[in-house]
């Protein structure tokens, strides 16, 4: 799976036999009305630019998880509940309950990571490091 912003990239290598999917978003206050459009009416209560980045990068790896990309109806990839725990936000899809994601805001990056519900990627050392580094410069 692969997914850029900008100049930076972000790419998972894996056995076919493991569902995942992962995005990289850039926070951008101009895409806003963009990214209202796709809302479901039970995503419209989530307004502000983060929360609206962190969906649509939500949504993006779960297609790719899927192995569709955004080739079907927005109302499939919708969003059920959100947790943030320890800095990791974890997903749930109300259509796709076998799979959650699990996502991280460094600067203005979101990264999401879909995976099988019943496993949770350790994500602590990846984010650390992009952390510790200048976005830049990757």
Request: charged fraction near 25%; glycine fraction near 2%; include cysteine.
């Amino acid at each position: 799976s692969i997914s850029h912003a900008d100049n930076l990239g972000f790419a998972a290598a894996f056995n076919d036999t493991l569902l995942l999917g992962i995005d990289i978003e850039k926070h951008q206050d101009e895409r806003a009305s963009y990214l209202q459009e796709y809302l479901m009416d039970k995503e419209k209560m989530y307004t502000s630019m983060s929360e609206l980045t962190l969906l649509w990068s939500a949504k993006e790896a779960l297609s790719k998880c899927l192995k569709i990309g955004l080739t079907s109806s927005f109302e499939l990839y919708q969003i059920k509940q959100w947790n943030l725990i320890h800095d990791l936000y974890q997903i749930e899809f109300r259509y796709f309950p076998q799979f959650k994601c699990s996502s991280f805001f460094v600067d203005s990056y979101v990264f999401s990571v879909v995976t099988l519900a019943d496993f949770t990627p350790d994500l602590s050392g990846f984010k650390k490091k992009i952390a510790e580094n200048n976005l830049k410069s990757w």
